[in-house]
């Protein structure tokens, strides 16, 4: 069976330290939301709410407004595939959010 060596990876992702990083940061970002939900809740019940950092980057109310959302953080220069998005619910409904980059 072939390794999935370095050099491959390399050419699919780039530096394995910088993705690990970054997978870092996204993980950390959607744990904040999670720990802060119940506070941001309060400003931002059915909104979408966007973290980047450990700092809200944007929000849009509504549930069928992600891709207001997405477009307006595309247009400030974020790499949407990298923020850490949740929409806050009193009643949360499970959600399969696919990538449109």
């Known amino acids: 069976m072939q ?3 370095e050099e491959k990876f390399r050419k699919l992702f780039g530096d394995p330290k910088q993705v690990a990083a970054e ?3 996204f993980s950390d970002d959607h744990e904040w939301l999670g720990w802060n939900a119940s506070i ?6 059915n909104h979408w709410v ?3 950092r450990g700092r809200v980057i944007g929000t849009q109310e509504g549930v069928s407004s992600l891709h207001v959302l997405v477009t ?5 220069g974020y790499d949407t ?7 806050l ?3 949360p409904k499970p959600m ?6």
Request: no cysteine.
């Open 96 to 101: 399969i959010l696919l990538s449109i980059a």
């Open 3 to 5: 390794t999935f060596g």
């Open 72 to 76: 307006r953080l595309q247009k400030q």
């Open 81 to 87: 595939g990298k923020v850490a998005i949740k929409f």
């Open 89 to 91: 619910d009193t009643n």
């Open 40 to 45: 941001l809740i309060r400003n931002h019940l």
């Open 23 to 25: 997978l870092r940061q």
């Open 50 to 52: 966007a973290v980047f």
